[in-house]
């Protein structure tokens, strides 16, 4: 049986902390086999505690709002120009129509993000923004959990065949499971414990003879969920960093894990093009459409030199932190700067996320600037602590490190903020 799922006593969830360690939330799914059906059918509502999720549907919903309210303002403008039919009123109408589409997208990846739940007896609803949609038991196809710090936990539930709604793709992506869909939930939600037995229940009821470990996989890495949540251990992990003080800084740990090539070219690509599709909707959403813009050459030098510069930046930080450790201690590390390095980028992915939906609804590029400033530094910022502790120098000593790492991110901002159409004047 998987060790998420121990017995406990009257069928009562327990979440106890021993004085050796925490222990793992468990699950009796076998209490619930001799009920009748109609015990998995009436469970109540799972949701989170309305300081959780109110705040991100209210985010979600004033994003729309904004990008109505300009499409009703363009449509305005575009009846005044009638009479003067250009392209320039088609470009009008088009970048609004992209910008409303782009904050729908937006929207919708917040305010879904900590959806709720109800058992059903056709399926497993989840709140899709302003209605509920209803995935049937036979697709759920597996249940991935992780570990959090402070004896939390994230689940994610996958499932096959065509996504429930386009956002359960993303999150997929944010889970390391590539281009599966499925949704998230945390231990945070009420009910937690309740709520994972029930669904493997009834996802078990609806197929006889699968097993819990046929449906549950423990300990599935998540990297961006990770880096987001325990971004220290997790480096240390991926870098084969004993945590305990070496007597030698440069000394041999017993085993750094291995990362193949194709995976780290793999991982880098997908983080070099989050940068190059905020560049295509910055100049969707301001007009920089050809043919009807003189924006082409600028579109593709972007989106090349974007690409380029994401590529790049893991050799060359990786090969800033071996110079550095060969300049102090006389022997640098190319290999676990290289093996980490994409880790430490993954928070930025979130900072990212929320530059497209300042993107999609057409914020003044200050304010984008800054936030995309604060990635920077939030990434130079964890390759300094990885320095530090890979080499076991000074915060000084590590700063090379941590300036290589924002060059040339802040590289890519200057390219970014040149070759974006500068929007429609009017």
């Known amino acids: 049986m998987p060790t998420l799922f121990r017995k406990k006593t009257a069928g009562v969830p327990a979440l106890k902390t021993s004085p050796r360690g925490p222990v793992r939330p468990t699950y009796v799914v076998d209490a619930y086999g001799a009920a009748p059906a109609a015990a998995a059918v009436q469970a109540p509502r799972f949701q989170y505690p309305y300081k959780f999720w109110v705040p991100l549907r209210l985010v979600g919903y004033g994003l729309?709002?904004?990008?109505?309210?300009?499409?009703?303002?363009?449509?305005?403008?575009f009846a005044e120009l009638l009479s003067n039919f250009t392209s320039y009123n088609v470009l009008l109408l088009l970048t609004a129509l992209a910008s409303l589409l782009f904050s729908v997208v937006a929207g919708a990846l917040v305010a879904d993000a900590l959806p709720s739940f109800e058992i059903r007896p056709e399926g497993l609803a989840v709140t899709e923004f302003v209605r509920w949609r209803v995935l049937p038991w036979q697709r759920i196809t597996r249940?991935?959990?992780?570990?959090?710090?402070?004896?939390?936990?994230?689940?994610?539930?996958?499932?096959?065949?065509?996504?429930?709604?386009?956002?359960?793709?993303?999150?997929?992506?944010?889970?390391?499971?590539?281009?599966?869909?499925?949704?998230?939930?945390?231990?945070?939600?009420?009910?937690?414990?309740?709520?994972?037995?029930?669904?493997?229940?009834?996802?078990?009821?609806?197929?006889?003879?699968?097993?819990?470990?046929?449906?549950?996989?423990?300990?599935?890495?998540?990297?961006?969920?990770?880096?987001?949540?325990?971004?220290?251990?997790?480096?240390?992990?991926?870098?084969?960093?004993?945590?305990?003080?070496?007597?030698?800084?440069?000394?041999?740990?017993?085993?750094?894990?291995?990362?193949?090539?194709?995976?780290?070219?793999?991982?880098?690509?997908?983080?070099?093009?989050?940068?190059?599709?905020?560049?295509?909707?910055?100049?969707?959403?301001?007009?920089?459409?050809?043919?009807?813009?003189?924006?082409?050459?600028?579109?593709?030098?972007?989106?090349?030199?974007?690409?380029?510069?994401?590529?790049?930046?893991?050799?060359?930080?990786?090969?800033v932190i071996q110079v550095l450790g060969e300049s102090i201690l006389g022997n640098g590390e190319f290999q676990p700067a290289l093996n980490t390095y994409p880790y430490l980028e993954m928070p930025r992915m979130l900072v990212l996320i929320a530059i497209f939906a300042l993107v999609a609804i057409k914020a003044p590029f200050w304010l984008i600037f800054l936030l995309w400033l604060g990635g920077i530094g939030w990434t130079a910022y964890l390759t300094l602590v990885f320095t530090q502790r890979l080499y076991r120098i000074t915060q000084q000593q590590a700063a090379l490190a941590a300036g290589g790492a924002a060059l040339v991110q802040f590289f890519v901002l200057l390219v970014f903020n040149a070759l974006r159409f500068p929007g429609l004047a009017g």
């Open 143 to 319: 249940l991935h959990s992780m570990a959090l710090p402070g004896e939390r936990y994230v689940i994610f539930v996958q499932y096959a065949g065509a996504p429930l709604s386009p956002e359960h793709i993303v999150y997929a992506l944010l889970a390391g499971l590539g281009n599966k869909s499925g949704v998230f939930y945390t231990s945070d939600i009420k009910g937690f414990d309740d709520l994972t037995r029930l669904i493997l229940d009834a996802r078990m009821r609806a197929t006889p003879g699968v097993r819990v470990e046929d449906l549950l996989s423990e300990n599935v890495p998540m990297p961006v969920v990770q880096m987001a949540f325990n971004p220290f251990g997790t480096m240390n992990e991926v870098a084969g960093i004993p945590d305990e003080e070496p007597s030698s800084p440069l000394m041999n740990v017993e085993a750094r894990p291995a990362v193949p090539r194709a995976t780290l070219v793999r991982m880098q690509l997908g983080l070099a093009l989050v940068p190059v599709g905020l560049f295509l909707v910055d100049n969707l959403v301001n007009g920089g459409i050809p043919p009807l813009s003189p924006n082409l050459g600028s579109l593709v030098t972007g989106m090349i030199g974007l690409l380029l510069l994401g590529l790049l930046e893991l050799p060359f930080v990786a090969l």
């Open 64 to 77: 729309i709002a904004l990008s109505v309210l300009n499409l009703i303002n363009t449509l305005g403008r």
